[in-house]
C-alpha cells in the first residue's frame, strides 16, 4: 500500500482516502525496499499487488519502486481509473507502455463506486491497446469489511468471503506496518525495520494458535480473528481504519 493520498472519496472506501486527506501517508519505499531484500532468494514469490489510495498518482515512485522488486511471478496495480484531462490520461498511456510486460497487470476497479466517474470508452480502447490493462473483476458487495468510510454505508457486511489468511501472505501498509491482510482486518505484526523471516515466524505461531483455539485459521468474521490477535500478541486492537 504505497499511499493513502487518491484523487477520489469513494464512500466505500475502507481506509479513509480522498483528495483532501491531510493526514494522507505515503509508503517509505527505500525503506520498504531494504525490508524486502531480507526475503530469502529461494522464496518464490507469487504475487506482489501495489496499491493504495491511488498508485498512479506517483509514476516516479512506482517504476522506482517496480524496478527494485525482485522477481515474482506476476506484479499487478491497482488503479480505480479516474484521469481528470486528457494530460492525465496521457501520462497513464505512457506508464501502460512501460510496465507492459509479461506478468505485469494494471487492473482498473469495476464496481458500481467507481463506474460513476471512469469515461469507459476511452478505457476500454486502452485495453484494446495494452493486454496488461485489464478490468478488475466485479467484487461480490460480501467482500466489503466494516471499516473506514465503508461503516457509515447504509449496506454494511462483515463477513470475509475470502479470507486470506490460508495464504502465505503479508501486507505492507503505507506507514510501514506489516499485517497478515489486505486492509489491516489482523492488525499490525511487526515494520518493516524487522527481518522478513522473523515477520514469517511470528505469523506461524499466530496461525498455530488459532488452528489450536478452533480447529483451522479462517473465521465468520474478520473481527472474530483480530480478537484472538489480540490476545495472541497482547496487544489492544489496530483502529486506523475501523473498530
Known amino acids: 500500500m504505497i499511499t493513502t493520498k487518491c484523487n477520489r472519496a469513494c464512500p466505500h472506501c475502507m481506509f479513509f482516502c480522498s483528495p483532501k486527506n491531510k493526514k494522507a501517508v505515503n509508503l517509505n519505499i527505500d525503506k520498504a525496499l531494504k525490508f524486502i531484500k531480507t526475503i530469502p532468494r529461494m522464496v518464490d514469490i507469487n504475487e506482489i499487488c501495489i496499491y493504495g489510495g491511488e498508485p498512479t498518482l506517483y509514476y516516479k515512485l512506482l517504476k522506482y519502486f517496480i524496478s527494485r522488486l525482485p522477481r515474482a511471478r506476476r506484479i499487478q496495480i491497482l488503479t480505480n481509473g479516474y484521469f481528470k484531462d486528457k ?65 457509515k454505508h447504509p449496506i454494511i457486511f462483515t463477513k470475509p468471503v475470502n479470507c486470506i489468511l490460508r495464504i502465505e501472505s503479508i501486507n505492507i501498509e503505507q506507514d510501514g506496518k506489516i499485517d497478515f491482510c489486505c486492509g489491516g482486518y489482523s492488525s499490525a505484526i511487526g515494520t518493516i525495520k524487522e527481518d522478513f523471516q522473523d515477520i514469517i515466524k511470528k505469523r506461524h505461531k499466530f496461525l498455530k494458535f488459532l488452528r489450536e483455539k478452533e480447529g483451522k485459521i479462517t473465521h465468520d468474521t474478520c473481527k472474530r ?19
Open 87 to 151: 494530460k492525465q490520461l496521457n501520462k497513464f498511456e505512457l506508464f501502460c507502455k512501460w510496465f507492459n510486460k509479461k506478468n505485469n497487470f494494471v487492473k482498473i476497479s469495476n464496481d458500481k463506486y467507481h463506474d460513476i466517474f471512469q469515461d469507459r470508452k476511452q478505457l476500454n480502447e486502452l485495453i484494446k491497446i495494452y493486454p496488461n490493462l485489464v478490468w478488475k473483476r466485479r467484487e461480490d458487495p460480501k467482500e466489503f469489511i466494516k471499516m473506514g468510510r465503508w461503516q
Open 225 to 243: 480473528c483480530r480478537q484472538y490477535f489480540s490476545e495472541y500478541f497482547k496487544t489492544s486492537f489496530d483502529t486506523r481504519w475501523g473498530k
